[in-house]
């Protein structure tokens, strides 16, 4: 099994930053992928960021140029590096783990942007 916990979240202002983690039970580099995702009230979850075992990353279009997604392997941690964010970055952030052939999710931070 894989265990997840998020952190970072929080409320900040248009333009501003946030780095969310999300630490993980076991080591990153044996998980297949790990991404982050969110979930905007009244919308699906959707994928933000990714990032394989390989180190190859992947970003949805309405955050490239704006997230990155990071890994330190001796935390055992993903990060998510949001800039520039805009109120339509307002959702609830799900950290995911694909190991053997199951998804793991961790509780979910929240995440606003509003003056």
């Known amino acids: 099994q894989v265990q997840l916990v998020e952190s970072g979240g929080g409320l900040v202002q248009p333009g501003g930053s946030l780095r969310l983690s999300c630490a993980a039970s076991?080591?990153?580099?044996?998980?297949?992928?790990m991404g982050w995702y969110r979930q905007a009230p009244g919308k699906q979850r959707e994928l933000v960021a990714s990032?394989?075992?390989?180190?190859?990353?992947t970003y949805a279009d309405s955050v490239k140029g704006r997230f990155t997604i990071s890994r330190d392997g001796a935390k055992n941690t993903v990060y998510l590096q949001m800039n520039s964010l805009k109120p339509e970055d307002t959702a609830v952030y799900y950290c995911?783990?694909?190991?053997?052939?199951?998804?793991?999710w961790g509780p979910g931070t929240q995440v606003t942007v509003s003056s």
């Open positions: 995911n783990a694909e190991w053997l052939y199951r998804s793991y």
């Open positions: 990032i394989t075992s390989g180190g190859s990353t």
């Open positions: 076991r080591s990153i580099f044996s998980i297949n992928t």
